[in-house]
């Protein structure tokens, strides 16, 4: 490449600058081009008042590059602002995370001679992180689960492209699907229906638990997973544990248009500025950053001479302890003083350009050629017996085009009784069905007239037939 390529540098919060300067120093000893535009983003920017912690300037640099290496940002626990990194994800819509993990000469773990080889593709922008939450009563809180057939869609096709690029045969799709049968299910589904333009690929699906259980238990059995946003952040800290923990787990976030390259691993604050934190894992998603603009043969040689100071039992405090560790600074330089030397123990791997599928621009990508409104789910608040609360319910529905079908608390029927013990919470839920005719939302609106003073309804959900199918779930003991 003759000229510079610009690149977004955010250092981050915490072991953030240690990590993001070993992995600058190491790209330019390499020679290739790249002009660092260094901006701020996390917790100095939240101390500034700015909500975000992403600020202005660093938005519209990364509207210019496209292309972001980003150390670790700090986001307050339970409290306080929304976290910087899930700002930036979704800003830029990179709707897949990559975690790539691979057993790496010189880290010893028990699973050392296995050969573990694999990808957690995980989406990045939906599920439970699009952090839409309710305190439905201060004692009852409440997060949406949300998925959508482009955002599986979007996975799958890019899980598909990447495991081409990188000559992988074996995709498995985890998912609690046997649960939530409509949002893990939807990327069962979308999975189910890809897999086969692939045929040369081994497609599988498992249940996410099992997927777990299967990767503590024989983990060379997977090469590429690919999963929900939740089930994605759990399990890929679980991969990076496999071969020797955070310091050694690189991620790329990808989007159609923005790539933003970062460990794992978060801030690490106990460790900040003491130049012990091992970098390794910063360096490797420097590795995938300089893959993704093409940099093909310097992301080899970096990784070789990575991979051949630790072979020389170069290796931070992680790995060894306090006896016979190196700290970040001379763990660089050693990298530096290895590039252009390998280690027999370890072959990078032949890949290509990932080739980044088009996403498809309709917003619905299945319309049905029936949609019938057939009732309604009354989410409210109440401290009564169900048996009182059943009664009311009915009573509210007198006189309208609907009629009680159940309540539930939790997700378990209380109304008509079943033989579930109830501990209950003070918000509980009516559905109401139609009497036979055909009602409308304004049916709708006159039923939640009648709750006025008997009960707070805290919210509403449609019942929906599409092309027949319920467009719902049922509660636990619902007929
Ligand atoms: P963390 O910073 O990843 O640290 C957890 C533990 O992992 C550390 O105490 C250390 O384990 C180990 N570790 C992390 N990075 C390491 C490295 N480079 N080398 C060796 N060991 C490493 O997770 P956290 O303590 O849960 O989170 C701290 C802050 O980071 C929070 O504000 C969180 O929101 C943020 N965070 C940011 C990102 C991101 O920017 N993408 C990701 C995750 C978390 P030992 O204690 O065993 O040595």
Redesign the pocket.
């Known amino acids: 490449m003759s000229s510079s390529r610009a690149v977004t540098l955010i250092a ?1 919060d ?2 953030g600058p240690e ?1 993001a300067e070993s992995a600058r120093k190491i790209i330019d000893a390499t020679g290739v081009k790249i002009d660092w535009h260094e901006h701020e983003a996390g917790a100095e920017v939240f101390k500034k008042g700015d909500a975000t912690g992403v600020p202005k300037e660093t938005i519209e640099s990364i509207e210019k590059t496209r292309v972001v290496l980003k150390g ?4 307050p ?1 339970g409290f306080g602002e929304k ?1 910087a ?1 899930v700002t930036l994800r979704k800003l830029f819509e990179t709707y897949a995370n990559i975690r790539p993990v691979r057993e790496m000469p010189g880290v010893p773990t028990p699973y050392s001679g296995r050969g573990i080889d694999l990808v957690v593709v995980r989406e990045n922008v939906e599920d439970l992180y699009a952090g839409i939450e309710h305190m439905e009563t201060p004692d009852v809180a409440q997060t949406l689960k949300l998925i959508s057939r482009k955002g599986c869609e979007k996975i799958v096709k890019l899980a598909y492209a990447l495991a081409e690029a990188e000559n992988r045969t074996n995709v498995a799709c985890a998912t609690k699907a046997n649960i939530m049968k409509m949002t893990e299910g939807m990327l069962k589904r979308t999975f189910e229906e890809i897999a086969p333009e692939h045929p040369e690929i081994d497609s599988w699906h498992v249940i996410v638990d099992n997927c777990a259980h299967q990767l503590v238990k024989r983990p060379e059995q997977f090469e590429m997973i690919i999963t929900t946003n939740m089930n994605g952040d759990i399990l890929s800290d679980l991969t990076s544990a496999l071969v020797g ?3 050694f787990a690189p991620s790329a976030n990808l989007g159609t248009d923005v790539a933003i390259f ?2 794992v ?6 460790y900040a500025g003491q130049d012990t ?2 970098p390794t ?1 910063m360096i490797l998603s420097a590795v995938l950053m300089l893959r993704h603009i093409g940099e093909l043969e310097a992301a080899s040689t970096v990784e070789n001479a990575v991979m051949a100071t630790l072979a020389q039992g170069i290796r931070t405090r ?1 790995v060894m302890g306090d006896e016979g560790s190196v700290g970040t600074t001379a763990y660089t330089e050693a990298i530096i003083g290895n590039l252009g030397n390998k280690v027999d123990e370890w072959q990078a791997r032949e890949v290509k350009q990932v080739k980044m599928p088009v996403p498809r621009k309709e917003a619905a990508f299945i319309i049905p050629e029936s949609v019938e409104l057939i009732g309604v789910d009354v989410f409210f608040q109440t401290e009564e017996e169900p048996e009182v609360v059943g009664l009311a319910a009915q009573a509210i529905a007198e006189g309208t085009k609907l009629e009680l079908k159940m309540v539930e608390c939790r997700g378990t029927q209380v109304w008509p009784k079943t033989s579930a013990e109830l501990d209950p919470t003070d918000v509980m839920r009516a559905r109401f069905i139609t009497r036979g005719s055909v009602i409308t939302s304004e049916d709708i609106l006159s039923l939640l007239g009648n709750f006025g003073g008997r009960f707070n309804w805290v919210h509403v959900e449609k019942l929906r037939m599409f092309d027949g199918e319920p467009s719902f779930s049922r509660a636990q003991g619902e007929k």
């Open positions: 981050g915490g072991v990590v670790p940002l700090a986001t626990v976290s990194n923990g955070l310091g970062e460990a691993h978060g801030s690490a604050p106990k934190i091992n894992a992680d």
